[in-house]
């Protein structure tokens, strides 16, 4: 594809479903603008068991505009194979040091019965546009867990997508924190590909001021047999805007599909606002779905215990925010990235 | 230690206390008893400072200072608990850590350091042996899935750790069995000192079986009607509510 035909019609407007309740009308479509600027590092990456190359892969059908612009400059593109179990996780560690578009790729493979962790950290204080990348796959009775932490600073644009395909027998556990950044899309595509799998997925979002997050999620029960959870929470303050877009998909012959979906928000102020969005589409019978969502305040009944037991009004809101976001972070297996999640 | 003045306060303009006296002083227990709807619990909820009752007459001074435009935290820095009749659920924050970060403010408010971790772990655990609570419970979360009796028990141990100078509380021995009333009370027991006061709320007698009143005082339509030592509880038990009011 040429630049003209990806950019013919423009970035994606609110007209569009997909893209309803979050604007990208700040984006320039101007070519000159997309020039290259490197970002990424590696940590733990040299465990046994993995391989990095800087060789890129092929784009997934269906490809939006945005991840036709980051394979067409393909400015950084690293595919990564594991095959041993690892006993650190690896870390990709994105940080811009110039004021431009980033458009990295990362496309992971984790082998057969293999089990490892991947952290994913947005940072830096250096505003930027960073449209990111990650297709990974895991294959037959492999485990994965995928954690995103996206606290990029406050004005920068963050596009990112992740896709997990997830082959038989195999798990994937996602956790993506979104806290950074004044405009961020986070996309989680997840596909069964071979039966008896099983994905959680969790996710958590902090806004302020005049921030909008928008956490969007699609599981795509291809093969019968399959587990999704979906657990994400949200807690607003000030101007700031929040969406969650949990989609489930169960195709024709998916036996014995179960998906599970929940999404709870805390509003801290009358003027922040949450979109939740359920979205089940299902051509089978024999499946099992369930999704709720409820939005609310901080409990007046919590907060005066708290303080009635010494804590100050800002330390009685801190431990509730906290305890109602580490109610996801509980459910997340390791306990050592639990604790490392509880500092952001 | 505290002394209540011709307090009146209302709730959406319905006014619940009319005109309440009361003063206990340091090392002295009291006991309020009275029916459903007395303004017991109310009474109780505006020392503590509550949000959410107007306050038309009145003062209470808590150690010989007006209290009454002071925060809920201010109030507990001062040395006043108030023991929930309903303790509040809070998923996600373990007991332990609640209990450390209430304790620490505490000590800041009189410019202590934080407690030394081992030091903190065997105080609470230390009081948790006097109120017979599993081990385990410090570290679930606060009060979640608590039955009512451990709730309670919660709160004894919550007073215990924070060592105020006047506890007040409401309603503890309701919902509980023989043993946790038995246990309960040996808790409330472990506070009673020449220096720290109790203010009782109940409905009942027989949690003042196992603790001894100094007073009792008799709550009716939002007035102390009736004042007297603990033979006046035993005589309420026989003889009812409707007793008083005759």
Redesign the interface.
Same mark, same amino acid.
Request: proline share 10%; hydrophobic share 40%.
């Given at each position: 594809m040429t630049l003209d035909e990806i950019l013919k019609n423009g970035f994606p407007t609110t007209r569009e479903e997909n893209w309803k309740y979050t604007s990208v009308s700040v984006l320039s479509t101007k070519p000159v603008l997309f020039s290259s600027n490197k970002a990424v590092a590696f940590n733990n990456h040299q465990q046994p068991g993995i391989k990095i190359s800087s060789e890129n892969t092929s784009l997934k059908t269906n490809a939006d505009v945005f991840e036709n612009l980051n394979q067409y400059f393909n400015t950084e593109s690293y595919s990564i194979t594991i095959t041993e179990n690892l006993a650190q996780p690896l870390e990709i560690i994105y940080e811009s040091k110039d004021t431009q578009w980033v458009q990295p790729k990362i496309t992971i493979k984790l082998a057969k019965n293999v089990s490892a962790s991947v952290i994913e950290i947005f940072q830096g204080t250096v505003s930027h546009v960073m449209n990111v990348v990650t297709d990974i796959q895991v294959c037959d009775g492999g485990k994965l867990q995928y954690y995103k932490i996206q606290s990029h600073d406050l004005n920068t644009i963050h596009i990112g997508r992740t896709h997990i395909d997830i082959h038989k027998n195999a798990f994937a556990q996602t956790f993506t924190l979104s806290k950074g950044s004044q405009l961020a899309r986070s996309d989680i595509n997840v596909k069964f590909i071979g039966e008896h799998a099983r994905c959680e997925l969790y996710g958590l979002s902090y806004s302020k001021h005049r921030q909008h997050l928008d956490q969007h999620t699609v599981i795509d029960h291809a093969v019968g047999h399959c587990t999704s959870n979906e657990f994400y929470r949200s807690v607003l303050d000030d101007k700031s805007r929040v969406v969650f877009n949990g989609k489930v998909i169960v195709r024709e012959n998916a036996h014995h599909s179960e998906a599970n979906q929940a999404n709870h928000t805390i509003l801290l102020s009358s003027d922040a606002e949450v979109d939740t969005k359920p979205e089940l589409e299902i051509y089978y019978d024999d499946v099992k779905c369930t999704h709720g969502a409820t939005i609310g305040q901080l409990d007046d009944e919590a907060m005066f215990y708290l303080r009635s037991r010494g804590l100050s009004e800002d330390a009685a809101r801190k431990l509730l925010i906290d305890a109602f976001g580490n109610k996801v972070i509980q459910s997340i297996s390791d306990e050592k990235m639990r604790e490392r999640l509880c500092q952001y | 230690m505290i002394e209540i003045k011709n307090l009146f306060a209302s709730v959406d303009n319905k006014e619940i206390l009319r005109g309440i006296n009361l003063v206990i002083n340091p090392g002295e227990v009291h006991a309020i008893m009275g029916p459903n709807g007395s303004g017991k619990s109310t009474l109780a909820n505006i020392l &503590?400072?509550?949000?959410g009752y107007q306050i038309s007459q009145g003062e209470v001074l808590f150690q010989g200072k007006n209290i009454l435009d002071l925060?809920?935290?201010e109030?507990?820095?001062a040395g006043l608990?108030?023991g929930?009749q309903y303790?509040?659920e809070?998923?996600?924050?373990s007991n332990v850590n609640?209990l450390k970060? &209430?304790?620490n403010?505490?000590r800041k408010?009189r410019q202590l350091p934080e407690v030394d971790a081992m030091d903190f772990l065997n105080l609470v655990k230390e009081k948790m042996k006097l109120l017979e609570m599993d081990e385990d419970m410090i570290y679930r979360?606060l009060n979640e899935g608590f039955s009512g009796g451990e709730k309670k028990r919660n709160e004894i141990l919550?007073m215990l750790v924070?060592d105020p100078k006047l506890a007040l509380l409401d309603e503890t021995d309701s919902g509980l069995d023989i043993d946790a009333l038995r246990i309960i009370a040996l808790g409330i027991n472990g506070l009673r000192n020449k220096d720290h006061s109790i203010l009782l709320i109940t409905h009942y007698q027989r949690l003042l079986n196992y603790i001894k009143p100094d007073k009792v005082h008799v709550l009716t339509d939002g007035k102390i009607v009736l004042s007297g030592d603990a033979q006046l509880a035993l005589e309420l038990e026989s003889k009812g509510y409707s007793w008083v009011e005759e």
């Open positions: - | &503590a400072g509550r949000s925060s809920p935290e109030r507990s820095h608990f108030l929930f303790p509040v809070i998923p996600g924050v609640f970060t &209430a304790l403010a505490q408010s979360s919550q924070l």
